[in-house]
C-alpha cells in the first residue's frame, strides 16, 4: 500500500503552479476604485397640536414655531468632499384644519449664514380626516456644495391663522439619502 507523502503532495503544488496561467496585473489600477455608499438618516421630526400655536400666558396666536437642529457631520471636510447628492423626503400627516408653509433653512456657523433653502406647502385636514403631504427635493451639483456647508436646519411652521378653538395635530417625519462617492 503506498502512502501519499508530504514530498508529493510538494512535488504536485509546484507542478501545478508551473503550468497555472498568470496574466500581467496592474496594481496602479487600484488607485481608480470609487466607492459609491448610500446612507440613509433620519432628518427631523416633530409632533405639534394645535394648541401649540396659541401663548398659554396670552391666549393670542404664534403664527410661526421654529425648531433648530443640529447637523454636526454635514459641514465636516469628509462630507464636503464626498457627498454627490442628498435626496430629502418629507412626511407631513396634517389634523388641523388650517394650510401650513414650511422652510427649511440650513445655516453655518455661530453668525448662522444661510446656505440653502426649501419650502412647502402642507394641505389642511381634519381631526377626522387627517392629510397627508409628501415633500421630496433632490439636491445635487453645484447646490451641494451649499448643503455641505451648513451645521444645522431651522424649520419655521407658519399657519395662516389660529384661535383657542382649533383642533387636530401636526406631525412630520423625514429621512435623507445621501449618495457618497470615495
Wanted: proline content about 4%; aromatic content about 10%.
Amino acid at each position: 500500500m503506498k502512502f501519499i507523502t508530504i514530498p508529493h503532495i510538494a512535488a504536485v503544488a509546484v507542478l501545478l503552479m508551473c503550468i497555472s496561467c498568470v496574466k500581467d496585473t496592474d496594481f496602479d489600477q487600484a488607485e481608480d476604485i470609487t466607492l459609491t455608499p448610500v446612507v440613509e438618516l433620519d432628518l427631523i421630526y416633530f409632533d405639534l397640536i394645535a394648541e401649540d400655536f396659541i401663548d398659554p400666558e396670552t391666549e393670542l396666536p404664534t403664527l410661526t414655531l421654529r425648531d433648530t437642529t443640529e447637523l454636526r457631520f454635514l459641514d465636516d471636510s469628509f462630507s464636503r468632499e464626498s457627498i454627490r447628492r442628498a435626496d430629502f423626503y418629507f412626511e407631513f400627516t396634517n389634523s388641523i384644519p388650517r394650510e401650513f408653509e414650511v422652510d427649511f433653512t440650513f445655516l453655518r456657523g455661530s453668525n448662522n449664514e444661510s446656505t440653502y433653502q426649501t419650502a412647502t406647502t402642507v394641505i389642511a385636514g381634519t381631526p377626522q380626516n387627517p392629510q397627508q403631504t409628501i415633500f421630496e427635493e433632490t439636491v445635487e451639483g453645484e447646490t451641494i456644495d451649499d448643503l455641505t456647508r451648513a451645521s444645522k436646519v431651522v424649520v419655521s411652521v407658519t399657519i395662516p391663522s389660529a384661535d383657542a378653538s382649533l383642533e387636530g395635530s401636526l406631525n412630520l417625519q423625514s429621512k435623507t439619502t445621501y449618495y457618497l462617492e470615495l
